[in-house]
């Protein structure tokens, strides 16, 4: 059975630097093909993906918030972890992990396919 | 911030056929599958299609997807009452070194 549960702050100040951490599993991080994206849903928004990594450790950034993410992932843990710096109110939403099914290799870059497994979501909100 | 673009929302009676459309570009849309998913009132989202038009297990036959061009869309066949829900299209983007997109969701209301 795939579970994936995120966990994390549910308040943080402007300004500060939030650590989100993705513990999958029923399948493993170091699974050829497979791997986990973030994606953040605003209070009555849209779904914005964030980013992603894969077995190999290729990784890949929204390009509005490239210069704040950081993602990770620790196999031995089966966890995965995002970093964004200088919080902001707008950052307020819930944030969602998700396993992504496998990528597709064209003309050198990754494609990923469909996000088959999600998490519950975590709330966080930005507020002084 | 959605790159793809999808009517607010949409509508039906109990039985009845909803499309929902999804328009994009020759980047994202136009070069790779598309993906939807289903997102029910305080839940989190769950895949409904895959690779365009396809069905992960457990999804009924009701939902079908099609892709032409830079659009695709999602058909809810015999529309049911627990089909009200938000539903989103996404692709990757091949622009600005590859990146998600997803749609600006749809909210489907049964009548």
């Known amino acids: 059975q795939v579970t994936l549960k995120e966990s994390g702050p549910v308040l943080v100040k402007p300004t500060e630097t939030l650590t989100l951490t993705c513990t999958v599993s029923?399948?493993?991080?170091?699974?050829?093909?497979?791997?986990v994206t973030w994606i953040r849903q605003p209070p009555g928004k849209a779904l914005e993906w964030l980013a992603h990594?894969?077995?190999?450790?290729?990784?890949s950034y929204s390009t509005s918030l490239k210069s704040r993410l950081t993602i990770s992932k620790d196999t031995s843990k089966s966890q995965v972890v995002l970093t964004m710096t200088n919080m902001d109110p707008v950052d307020t939403a819930t944030y969602y992990c998700a396993r992504i099914a496998g990528y597709d290799y064209v003309w050198g870059s990754y494609r990923p396919r469909e996000f088959d497994y999600w998490g519950q979501g975590t709330l966080v909100t930005v507020s002084s | 911030q959605s790159v793809l673009t999808q009517p607010p929302s949409a509508s039906g009676t109990p039985g009845q056929r909803v499309t929902i459309s999804c328009s994009g570009s020759?980047?994202?849309?136009?070069?790779?599958?598309v993906n939807w998913y289903q997102q029910l009132p305080g839940t989190a989202p769950k895949l409904l299609i895959y690779s365009s038009n396809q069905r992960p297990s457990g999804v009924p036959d009701r939902f079908s997807g099609s892709k032409s061009g830079t659009s695709a869309s999602l058909a809810i066949s015999g529309l049911q009452s627990e089909d009200e829900a938000d539903y989103y299209c996404?692709?990757?983007?091949?622009?600005?070194?590859?990146?998600?997109?997803f749609g600006t969701g749809t909210k489907v209301t049964v009548l």
């Open positions: 029923g399948f493993s991080l170091s699974n050829a093909r497979l791997g």
């Open positions: 990594i894969f077995s190999n450790d290729e990784k």
């Open positions: 020759s980047s994202n849309i136009g070069s790779n599958s």
């Open positions: 996404a692709a990757w983007d091949d622009s600005l070194n590859g990146r998600g997109v």
